[in-house]
């Protein structure tokens, strides 16, 4: 048979598939747009900006709606009260974790302009250096700064188009050239380099002193040695290690530099946290996380960061661990749920004037702090980021302790600063911009 009409017959059954699925695959799942055969409804979803798309989508179906991803449905979860009433008061069944294609591919000068972005990313790396490897890298080590760069282009890469279709097709991964082949050897670079950090400690690995999280997890897999079912194999070491690279070092760090470009355009706001800084720690001693309670204003500043920079609007995807039975739709055990955060953060009703960068949102009228429930920058429930606190930590010694020795100054004029995102899919990167440290 002629090869041309064997390639038409099988798009044709692969035609016919797709309709058959998507038309019986919905069920009782939320309402959505009718999706196309096989690209589903990603014509209709702007990538460059996935939370408007789901925002005007949810003007139409309402706050719990469906849409296709390629052939795979997705619920979507849009305001407040969905997204508590899923990840938290149905944690459980809402608790699942959405396999990545591309990652489960993987798997197998002073006071002149700088660019903050490596000193930023270094600190935050170094943290978690010394919970993995019990040790810190100096900040012109080679290896460091190769690790940063791997983290730093991957969190980029996580939003390009590529990744994001190989996510939804999974087929095509290992014939899209590009961002998901990037992404994918630079995952397994670190995972490598872990690798090494794994035989070192095995080497000099005393069961009776861990040292670290490797030795932790070293001395677990031979309490577990003879259990076929452990889940405590190097394989896992190594993702996990990975895991904890990659949700620790880059998110910091990108909030750390988004959060220095909102002051500089914000300098009135940066002058009121140097205020509070002089008042309640002054000059001789750095900051500890007991002053953050004396600090309303500087804690709002540093909350409202978090608010206005929407860091991951989505979340990272969820999947109902059963069939669940929710506000009348009966959703499958597997599908992929998106809990828009973006629709939380960015709730009127919550916070006047979303779009604007306002400390005021996080202070009631006596000027204390002002807790708010969707405050979830750290996604909720049984899924939250696991690396909240030491998150939550970091931000706020660092930045104090950046305000209490430097004014910033901005490279050009504040008019000319542009705080929308770079980069905004999966997750939302500032601009590239210079500033100068000016010692105070």
Same mark, same amino acid.
Not at 201 to 210: A, G, W, Y
Not at 214 to 220: A, G, M, P, V
Not at 333 to 350: A, F, R
């Given at each position: 048979m002629d090869l041309t009409v064997v390639l038409v017959l099988c798009l044709s059954l692969l035609l016919l598939f797709s309709l058959w699925k998507q038309s019986h695959g919905r069920g009782n799942l939320p309402p959505g747009p009718t999706p196309l055969p096989i690209l589903g409804n990603i014509l209709q979803i702007d990538f460059k900006n996935i939370n408007k798309s789901l925002t005007e989508l949810s003007k139409i179906y309402g706050p719990v709606f469906t849409v296709y991803l390629g052939m795979k449905p997705t619920v979507v979860l849009h305001g407040y009260e969905a997204v508590k009433e899923t990840l938290i008061d149905l944690g459980e069944e809402f608790s699942g974790r959405r396999r990545m294609p591309v990652n489960v591919k993987a798997n197998k000068g002073l006071a002149s302009p700088c660019d903050p972005t490596f000193i930023l990313g270094a600190a935050p790396c170094n943290v978690i250096c010394s919970v993995i490897f019990q040790n810190r890298f100096e900040y012109r080590d080679a290896d460091f700064l190769i690790l940063m760069e791997k983290f730093n282009e991957n969190f980029k890469l996580a939003s390009s188009l590529g990744v994001q279709i190989c996510n939804m097709f999974p087929i095509l991964t290992d014939f899209m050239p590009g961002s998901p082949n990037k992404a994918i050897k630079n995952i397994i670079y670190i995972k490598n380099y872990i690798l090494e950090k794994v035989k070192e400690?095995?080497?000099?690995?005393?069961?009776? @002193? =861990?040292?670290? #999280?490797?030795?932790?997890?070293?001395?677990?897999?031979?309490?577990?040695?003879?259990n076929s079912q452990s889940e405590f194999i190097i394989d896992n070491l190594l993702a996990t290690a990975t895991d904890l690279f990659a949700a620790g070092t880059e998110t910091t760090s990108t909030t750390l530099r988004y959060g220095l470009l909102l002051l500089l355009k914000h300098p009135e706001v940066a002058a009121k946290v140097q205020e509070e800084i002089e008042s309640v720690i002054g000059r001789h001693r750095s900051p500890c996380m007991q002053d953050r309670s004396r600090m309303p204003y500087t804690d709002a500043v540093v909350h409202e960061i978090q608010r206005y920079i929407d860091l991951v609007p989505a979340s990272l995807p969820h999947a109902v661990t059963c069939d669940v039975k929710f506000r009348n739709y009966l959703i499958p055990?597997?599908?992929?749920?998106?809990?828009?955060?973006?629709?939380?953060?960015?709730?009127?009703?919550?916070?006047? @004037? =979303?779009?604007? #960068?306002?400390?005021?949102?996080?202070?009631?009228?006596?000027?204390?702090f002002k807790r708010s429930d969707y405050f979830m920058p750290f996604s909720t429930g049984k899924r939250a980021c696991v690396g909240e606190g030491l998150a939550r930590m970091e931000l706020f010694l660092f930045l104090t302790s950046i305000l209490q020795n430097f004014t910033l100054k901005p490279h050009v004029d504040v008019k000319e600063i542009d705080t929308s995102p770079l980069v905004s899919g999966i997750g939302r990167v500032p601009r590239f911009y210079k500033l100068s440290f000016i010692p105070v």
């Open positions: 400690h095995q080497e000099s690995l005393d069961i009776n @002193n =861990p040292r670290d #999280f490797i030795d932790c997890f070293l001395i677990k897999m031979e309490q577990e040695k003879n055990k597997g599908t992929p749920i998106l809990p828009s955060l973006s629709s939380v953060l960015h709730d009127k009703k919550e916070f006047p @004037n =979303p779009e604007e #960068f306002d400390p005021g949102h996080f202070l009631d009228k006596s000027g204390n």
